[in-house]
């Protein structure tokens, strides 16, 4: 049974009874819902309402990477030339404490159908558009049929080629990865699923179970997790994080520097931090197991890498820093304007 109210949390053992009448303003701001699968202690802090919610700092904001900066119609985001973000439905099955969409999640429901049309008719006369993002809210919330009816109508957009899932379902309720959802992402466009997932205690078996099925069924998974002090923000939480993934045929893809988003100051490192856990993570773990830390810039002006970096100019040379933090001199040789490499000297860092 999901849990979605204080006294459900107290009942679970995952609150204790002195803190509970303190949180009802909370819960009453921002949605609680914690599936059978998360409701472990150590997940607690993902989905258990704290007072450190309502504190609210002046950077923070209400819609942090700028989805409604860039909306030609309701539940579109239309931010790159090349893809856009179809917000199906505004439901999720886990609620989560940090979330960029905290004031919109959970508030609305599906889309509307006349909302549904006016974006499908967007995607269709912008051929430019070749991807579309289904996000919420969490898409797999929807059923199998609903879903499959959407797919269809997107599978008809000829500039439609790719179709990218952002979800939880498949580690905070496996049970939804069923043969007739899976049925039902088999159309033309090519089908993505991003599985967003920040602690290696959510990969459980039925989780493990339902990467097998969309993975044998041919869907290609990627990971997203965000960077979440008290949650994961160490190398050892990582590294087994992102190791559980690539054995379960998913890629790491991208590490989110926690966003903005309000009431959530608590949940935040600094970047320095962030590029010290990657710059440890680098020398620990193949390349596969290694996403991409990125950050949403404030405003709607797009996602960016953001290190650590290992290249640094010097004069007519680079200066390249190994995963051991040592320093090595690297010049650029083409077969136009050679440059004679000079003798690398190896700078102790
Ligand atoms: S599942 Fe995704 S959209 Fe829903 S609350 Fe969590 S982070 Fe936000």
Redesign the pocket.
Known sequence: MTLTTISQLVSAGLLDADQAPGLEPVAETFRVAVTEAMARPELAAQFVPTLAEMLTRAEELSDPIGDHAHAPSPGLTHRYPDRVILHATQT?????R?????ES??ASGHLPEADLTAALDHIAATPAIREVIL????PMVLSPRRLGALLRRLDAIPNVDVVRF???VPV?NPARITDELIAALDIRPAVWVVV?TNHPAEITPEAEAAFRRLTRAGVPLLSQS?LLKGVNADPDTLEALFRALIRNRVKPYYLHHADLAKGTSHFRTTIAEGQKIMETLRGRLSGIAQPTYVLDIPGGHGKVPIGPGYLEPRGAQWQVTDPRGQRHAYADVTNGDVQAPAPAPILTP
């Open positions: 999720c099955e886990v609620y989560c940090f979330c960029f969409r905290r999640v959970g996000t919420g809210g969490d952002h979800t939880r905070v967003h965000v």
